[in-house]
């Protein structure tokens, strides 16, 4: 796999908290950061049909304008009641505001008095190089649906997700026991164990 020897990484997202985030799990590894919100790069289209496909999209879209490496995400929550919905269109149940309390009443909504509550956050990492080279990486969290929304802290459908083993919801976790087990931090070990130690 090919390695990431620079020093500055462009995260390929619009969202503060995700840059935050991604930002946190590989400050030990890369000395400078930017993000394609800072500099005024486009959002993507993201017309892929899985999350591998809409990683690549959005982190080569940025590596093409910007020039530099960089790393995009894609994550959602996949219900299995719901057939694995909203999965990649996990934001858009939010509306063009992205308004999570709408896209989270709609998840329980659709659940209605559905027994099976499980379900998995997953998030592909995608890292693109400029002269069109991508890798890939996949991390999960099983789980289930919680309701009512409990918890300020974390974003997107965190408030209605209660991990494996947890009797609390994503958001009612400490943003270091989150990243220690989340679908995230199961890709990001993978990215920097085959990209980012050289």
Known sequence: MRQFDGDELLIATHNK???REISALLAPYVSRFC????LGLPEPEETGATF???AILKAQ???????????????????????????????RWGG????FNLAMRKVHDALGREEDRSA????????????????????????????PMRGSHGFGYDPIFQAEGYDISFAEMNPEEKQAISH???????????????
């Open 184 to 198: 995230r931090a199961n890709a990001f070990k993978l990215l920097v164990e085959n990209c980012l130690k050289g």
């Open 61 to 91: 879209a940025a590596a093409q304008v910007s020039g530099k490496v960089s790393l995009a995400d894609d994550s959602g929550l996949a219900v299995n009641a719901l057939g694995g919905d909203p999965g990649i269109y996990s934001a």
């Open 96 to 99: 063009v505001d992205k308004d």
């Open 120 to 147: 998995s956050f997953v998030c592909v990492l995608a890292l693109g190089w400029p002269d069109g080279h991508s890798e890939v990486f996949e991390g999960f969290v099983h789980g289930s649906i919680t309701w």
């Open 52 to 54: 591998i496909e809409n």
């Open 17 to 19: 908290g995700k840059a």
């Open 35 to 38: 993000t394609a919100d800072e």
